[in-house]
Every structure is written in structure tokens, then in C-alpha cells.
């Protein structure tokens, strides 16, 4: 019966992939932001992303071999945050303080929760996630003013993102989810500048988002 637990965690999924795009404008700090919420074509690409990845992540918490029923809960909630981060990216180029915020508090209520990693092990990933995000963004802003544009990849918002992939991760699986991140953002980045020239401009925080996830969902080979 595991399968029935893995479609019925999928559906679940996909419903909150659906709805979040449609009220993900009330998360903005900009008013303008807030009173354009996404519709017609940039409502479909949105959901076009939010659906099947929410669907997934949450399928693959449930599969079989999973420590137990509330750590799949809790990968679940993590990985859907993630998935909800990466859409407000993609969409505005922003990570809103109403989704990370809670998002740390709720990593530390969760830290005695976990069967895999220890509270010790939760904040000593915050602290290193907490220092990564201070020197990506620093280096992020030397390269701005170097290549003489206002726009960088890295802003101050991926940094507590980076922060709050410290918390859900630990240590030391916070190098492998920032490694795998960073790696697939450096992917994309290649491909843009190929396409577009140095001057393209992308969003960071998914490809960071995607390798938390792949070391949330596979903790036991990346933890």
C-alpha cells in the first residue's frame, strides 16, 4: 500500500502547486508586486513549474525506505517551501521575507524533530549557511561593481536563503546542497551567456532551492 501513500502525498502536491501561484503576489513587500497577481500566460509558466515539482518532491518524501512518517512530513514541508521560494523567484526576481522568516523559525522548532541530524548538527548548518550567504553576497557585489551593473545574481535575499538551507540541512550536508546549487546555477549561467551575452541576468535562488532539495530527499547519501 506505500504507492497509495506516495500517489495520494503526490496529488496533495500538486494541489498546493496549483493554488500557490495564484496568491504567491500576496508575499511581496512592493505594492506594485503585490496588486499584480500572475495570470494568462505568466500564471501558466508558473504553474507549469509549481506543479509537477511540488508533486514530486512530496511523492519521493513518502516513498518506501523512509526513517518514518513525520520525517517524510517534515521533507515534505521543507521541499514544498522551497518549491514556493523558487516560484516567487522565477516570477519576480525576489524571495520574500514572509515565506524565509517563518521558515527559519519553523526549522528551529522543527530541529528536535529529526532522526537523522541533531540540533547541534542544525545550527552548526545555519552558522555555515549563515557564513556562505555573507561571502556569496559580498563577492556578488565586488563582481556587480567590477562588471559596472546595479544587477547581480546573488542578492542579500539569497543569502538568508542560504541561511535557512543551513537550518533544514545541517551539517555538514550543507556544502552538498550548496555545492549542487551552485553548480546547477553555473550550468545556466553558461548556457544564458552563450545565448544572451555577459550581460544576461537570472534568478539564483531556485538552482540553490534544488540542491537543498536533492539532499533533503536523499539525506542518507548526501546527510
Known amino acids: 500500500m506505500d504507492w497509495l501513500v506516495e500517489i495520494a502525498a503526490g496529488f496533495v502536491g500538486a ?7 495564484a496568491i504567491q503576489h500576496r508575499c511581496y513587500r512592493e505594492a506594485a508586486f503585490r496588486d499584480d ?3 494568462g ?5 508558473l504553474r507549469a513549474f509549481a506543479v509537477p515539482a511540488s508533486a514530486l ?5 513518502f516513498r518506501p525506505g523512509q526513517p518514518n512518517a513525520l520525517e517524510s512530513s517534515l521533507t515534505a514541508a521543507a521541499c514544498l517551501l522551497l518549491v514556493a521560494i523558487s516560484s516567487t523567484d522565477f516570477d519576480r526576481r525576489r524571495i520574500p521575507n514572509l515565506l524565509v522568516y517563518p521558515g527559519i523559525l519553523a526549522s528551529l522548532a ?3 524533530l529529526w532522526s537523522t541530524r541533531s540540533i547541534t ?9 549563515l557564513a556562505a550567504g555573507i561571502a556569496l553576497l559580498i ?22 536563503l ?5 537550518l533544514l540541512v545541517g551539517w555538514p550536508a550543507i556544502a552538498r546542497a550548496l555545492v549542487f546549487g551552485i553548480i546547477a546555477a553555473g550550468v545556466v549561467a553558461a548556457v544564458l551567456i552563450l545565448l544572451r551575452g555577459r550581460g544576461a541576468v537570472y534568478s539564483y535562488g531556485p538552482y540553490l532551492a534544488a540542491g537543498a532539495v536533492v539532499v533533503l530527499l536523499w539525506y542518507d547519501r548526501f546527510g
Open 15 to 21: 494541489l498546493l502547486g496549483f493554488w500557490f501561484p
Open 37 to 39: 497577481p500572475a495570470s
Open 41 to 45: 500566460t505568466r500564471l501558466f509558466a
Open 57 to 61: 518532491v512530496c511523492a519521493l518524501a
Open 110 to 112: 522543527a530541529a528536535p
Open 121 to 129: 548538527d542544525i545550527l552548526l548548518g545555519g552558522a555555515a549557511g
Open 139 to 160: 563577492l556578488g557585489t565586488i563582481a556587480g561593481a567590477a562588471a559596472r551593473s546595479r544587477e547581480t545574481a546573488f542578492g542579500i535575499g539569497d543569502a538568508k
Open 162 to 166: 542560504i541561511f535557512l538551507i543551513g
